[in-house]
């Protein structure tokens, strides 16, 4: 084979690994990625401008070092913007999904093992380099075929018809069959860019709070529980794979609701966040205000707002945050007006540490009850817990312990038992087991915990942050949350129900609302 033909099938082979590192898809549900035979508009612009500048000159060490990088910045910027939503479920926001990053690498650190952190970081740094070589290579070639006044030429005509169609199909919306371009990704940087230049600028508007009137009549006396249950998703009702392995669990909690004299009435809602950043999840509802990213989120919490906790402290509530996953300084409690906060230190579990947050949530209620709900004499609370349980990648997941004296112990479970949840280790490429499970044991610990308590007067409110990723609750899966209220007084579940709510434990569509509306539902239906 000939030198020249040798050239020219290394050029297109160039070409084409060029064009599928900027116009690849995800393989939903996995990181993995594929090509689906589309055009970058972004190359073609490259190597018309590569000839403009060389002029049959060839491109510099210097030069293809930096086109280079940049490449490698517009692959990575592709492939988070792919990926990002078939694994959480939303678009990334690099303005602020950045900035989370340590918290996530010293979380993984903390739950996994040594030798898998050193192992991931390993691979990383090797597919950055592997990425680097492959494209310098490619870039390399047609930076050579610039030069060549015969590749020149062939290049610039396909580049140029390239670029014409993709201005076509963009500015008439006319399409040539069987043709199809990717977005760019630059488009993708310039929207990111937008964001946060916005974010800076301060034209991040925050909507007013609803009025927080409620005298909170029809809960006078009675115990308020506001639970967040971590990933608790509509798709536990909506995959039938789920609603077939929680039956059970299901039938056994709503057992215990009615065994102990009471009733439950259900909804959905939709959440403001979806796969994670549940903190946005609370502050819409607990302020009645919609929260969809960290700036508003930042905006809201540096003014002075009423919020649910607030409104049951006027009527004399003790209002309490128990945080069994707060290691470090909690500012949002402030804002909030809580009378006190049970982080992770303070509630001094010394049991078996589970998951990314150490602390079961069994422990966590049982703790509670030890420190306020025990006390004799005690004013009636308003208790805030965002659980931790079934945290991604919900693995491993805590024994459920029917001994709830026990759980208080050094040694509260079994050694059968632990050994049994340590050695289950998390599927990243399949989660849904994993999150069943742990979907599971929060259903055998709400059991238990009405089980215990048979005679306390309290309304409990359970509530979704926000569905599991998209690779446990699936490819364009709603952003809907359920809620459950419970308790003794029928007059509140009635309430309830003549505002939307369904009697029972399984939630109905429509949706009820969206989580910031829930909130003058819930403070009228408890006046």
């Known amino acids: 084979m000939s030198a020249r033909r040798l050239h020219g099938i290394a050029l297109v082979a160039a070409v084409l690994l060029l064009d599928v590192s900027l116009t690849f898809h995800n393989i939903w549900p996995t990181p993995a990625i594929s090509w689906r035979g589309e055009i970058s508009a972004e190359l073609a612009a490259y190597i018309l401008i590569l000839i403009a500048a060389s002029r049959g000159r060839r491109i510099s060490s210097g030069a293809l070092r930096a086109v280079t990088i940049v490449f490698v910045a517009l692959v990575v910027g592709r492939y ?6 078939a694994l959480f479920g939303r678009d990334i926001n690099l303005y602020w999904d950045l900035r989370f990053i340590p918290d996530v690498v010293s ?25 680097y070589v492959v494209l310098r290579w490619a870039l390399g070639r047609v930076a050579a075929a610039a030069g060549d006044a015969r590749e020149r030429i062939a290049l610039g ?17 006319a399409h040539v069959p069987g ?39 029809r809960v006078k006396g009675a115990d308020v529980y506001l639970i967040f249950l971590e990933s608790y998703g509509a798709v536990t009702f909506d995959r039938p794979a789920f609603v077939q392995r929680l039956a059970p669990d299901r039938a056994a909690f709503e057992a215990a609701i009615r065994e102990t004299h009471r009733d439950v009435v259900s909804a959905f809602v939709e959440s403001p966040t979806f796969g994670g950043s549940s903190w946005l999840a609370h502050i819409s509802l607990m302020s009645g205000v919609e929260v969809r990213d960290p700036d508003v989120n930042a905006m809201l919490m540096a003014q002075k707002r009423e919020t649910i906790v607030t409104n049951f402290k006027r009527e004399g509530y003790r209002t309490i945050a128990l945080m069994p996953g707060l290691w470090q300084a909690w500012p949002e409690g402030g804002f909030y007006g ?30 509670f009850d030890a420190l306020e709900g025990n006390r004799p004499g005690r004013a009636p609370l308003f208790m805030f817990f965002p659980t931790i349980s079934t945290h991604t990648p919900f693995r491993p997941t805590p024994p459920y312990q029917p001994d709830w ?5 050094e040694q509260p479970f079994d050694q059968r038992d632990l050994d049994r949840s340590f050695d289950e280790q998390a599927d990243w490429l399949n989660l849904a087991p994993s999150y069943a499970d742990a979907m599971a044991y929060t259903y055998a610990t709400l059991s238990g915990y009405l089980r215990t308590r048979p005679d306390r007067d309290f309304v409990m409110i359970l509530l979704g942050d926000h569905q599991p990723p998209a690779l446990v609750s699936g490819e364009g899966a709603p952003w809907d949350v359920p809620v459950h209220v419970i308790a003794s007084r029928r007059d509140v579940l009635d309430q309830l129900v003549a505002k939307g709510f369904r009697r029972g434990l399984t939630p109905s569509r429509p949706d009820l609302s969206h989580m910031h ?5 819930l403070l009228s239906a408890f006046n």
């Not at 509306?517 to 539902?521: G, M, Q, R, T």
């Open 80 to 85: 988070a913007d792919v990926t990002a939503t």
């Open 107 to 131: 979380l993984l650190a903390k739950a996994a093992h040594v030798w898998l952190v050193l192992g991931v970081a390993a691979a990383t740094a090797v597919v950055f380099g592997l990425l």
């Open 157 to 173: 005509v396909v580049a140029l018809v390239a670029l014409l169609l993709f201005a076509g199909q963009t500015l008439t919306d």
């Open 179 to 217: 043709l199809q371009f990717a977005r760019p990704v630059t488009l993708t940087y310039a929207r990111q860019l937008g964001v946060a230049a916005r974010a800076m600028a301060g034209r991040t508007k925050v909507a007013p709070s609803p009025a927080m009137t409620s005298h909170l009549a």
């Open 338 to 367: 809580f009378d006190d906060i049970y982080g992770g230190e303070r509630l001094d579990y010394r049991g078996p540490q589970f998951g990314w947050f150490d602390i079961p949530d069994e422990f966590a209620l049982a703790r």
């Open 405 to 409: 004296t026990r759980v208080l112990t």
């Open 517 to 521: 509306a829930l909130l003058p539902i």
